[in-house]
């Protein structure tokens, strides 16, 4: 199965209701983005057999933050799962299948994997989109948290803050907003925007330019994917493609900041189109 036959599918995925969003298939699906010959079916069966294994370390009667707790030890403790420290942009930490792999992740991707995991157990955890640091919980424990890229260690919401303000060194207030779950669409779109910056920063257009396809259509009231991928298209020299995103975010959107660039942009893709013809 190649890329072409891929996006159909991540389309319809996309287009289901939030809660039937299949969080593992959306991931796998984008991870094609780099293996269009993966075997999805086959990566969802590791999922299985992970869960399957970890059955044999939890007593399923006991309390949710017991549960929690052994999951986290056999994925992290004994199956070796962790954060990849050492090299945090290496885009195959955002590859659920080279996670799986290589058992290195970065904290939505380990977020993903404890998810999957506990779900095939009766383990319901939610993901939490702390601004700069992804976190799980149960979905019955509202005050304690865990941290997959640490190891699966619990934390306070006091120690929730205290990371917060490590990460993001002070300049992001914090509040109760902090710890808001996420949507199965908002977990997805973040998967992708950690793909979208790093293809970005490498300038290797023709892989961003795969990303935001997938931004298009899982976030469609997104219009600064939209200008994105106009942009991204110029830069590829498809200069109708640029004219049509571009034009289309200009005409869909109240006065914007970068409006003038924009407009800036639009016309050297409109002399571009005349220097071809």
Same mark, same amino acid.
């Given at each position: 199965?190649?890329q072409?036959t891929y996006?159909p599918?991540?389309?319809?995925?996309?287009?289901l !209701?939030d809660? *039937?969003?299949?969080?593992a298939?959306?991931a796998?699906?984008?991870?094609?983005v780099?293996?269009?010959?993966?075997?999805?079916?086959?990566?969802?069966?590791?999922? &299985?057999?992970l869960?399957t294994?970890?059955?044999?370390?939890?007593?399923a009667?006991?309390?949710p933050?017991?549960?929690?707790?052994?999951?986290?030890e056999y994925?992290?403790?004994e199956?070796?799962f962790?954060?990849n420290?050492?090299?945090?942009?290496d885009?195959?930490?955002?590859?659920?299948?080279?996670?799986?792999?290589?058992?290195?992740?970065?904290?939505?991707?380990?977020?993903?994997?404890?998810?999957?995991?506990g779900?095939?157990?009766?383990?319901?955890?939610?993901?939490?989109?702390?601004? #700069?640091?992804?976190?799980?919980?149960?979905?019955d424990?509202?005050?304690?948290f865990?941290?997959?890229?640490?190891?699966?260690i619990?934390? @306070?919401?006091?120690e929730?803050?205290q990371?917060?303000q *490590?990460?993001? *060194?002070?300049?992001i !207030?914090w509040?109760?907003?902090?710890?808001? !779950? $996420?949507?199965?669409?908002?977990?997805?779109?973040r998967? $992708?925007?950690?793909? +979208? #910056?790093?293809y970005?920063?490498?300038?290797?257009?023709?892989?961003?330019?795969?990303?935001l396809?997938?931004?298009?259509?899982?976030?469609?009231? @997104? +219009?600064?994917?939209?200008?994105?991928?106009?942009?991204?298209?110029?830069?590829?020299?498809?200069?109708?493609?640029?004219l &049509?995103?571009?034009?289309?975010?200009?005409g869909?959107?109240a006065p914007? +900041? &970068?409006t003038?660039?924009?407009?800036?942009?639009?016309?050297?893709?409109?002399q571009?189109?005349? *220097?071809e013809?």
């Amino acid at each position: 199965m190649n890329q072409l036959t891929y996006l159909p599918e991540f389309n319809r995925i996309s287009s289901l !209701p939030d809660e *039937q969003i299949d969080l593992a298939r959306a991931a796998l699906l984008i991870a094609s983005v780099e293996y269009p010959e993966l075997d999805i079916e086959h990566q969802l069966g590791l999922l &299985d057999s992970l869960a399957t294994a970890a059955a044999r370390s939890i007593d399923a009667k006991a309390e949710p933050l017991v549960l929690v707790n052994q999951l986290s030890e056999y994925l992290f403790d004994e199956v070796g799962f962790g954060g990849n420290q050492e090299d945090y942009y290496d885009p195959r930490n955002s590859f659920l299948n080279d996670v799986l792999l290589r058992r290195v992740g970065i904290p939505i991707t380990l977020s993903l994997v404890c998810i999957e995991v506990g779900r095939r157990l009766g383990i319901q955890l939610i993901a939490i989109g702390m601004p #700069g640091h992804l976190l799980i919980r149960h979905r019955d424990v509202s005050d304690w948290f865990i941290d997959p890229f640490h190891g699966g260690i619990l934390l @306070s919401q006091e120690e929730c803050e205290q990371r917060l303000q *490590q990460i993001a *060194q002070a300049t992001i !207030p914090w509040d109760a907003s902090c710890l808001i !779950p $996420l949507s199965n669409r908002e977990f997805v779109t973040r998967i $992708l925007m950690n793909l +979208k #910056g790093i293809y970005l920063q490498r300038k290797d257009y023709s892989r961003t330019l795969s990303i935001l396809e997938h931004l298009v259509l899982i976030s469609p009231d @997104s +219009k600064q994917d939209l200008r994105d991928r106009g942009a991204v298209y110029f830069r590829l020299g498809r200069y109708q493609d640029a004219l &049509d995103d571009l034009q289309t975010y200009l005409g869909s959107t109240a006065p914007a +900041k &970068d409006t003038e660039s924009v407009e800036r942009l639009l016309e050297q893709v409109r002399q571009a189109l005349i *220097q071809e013809r």
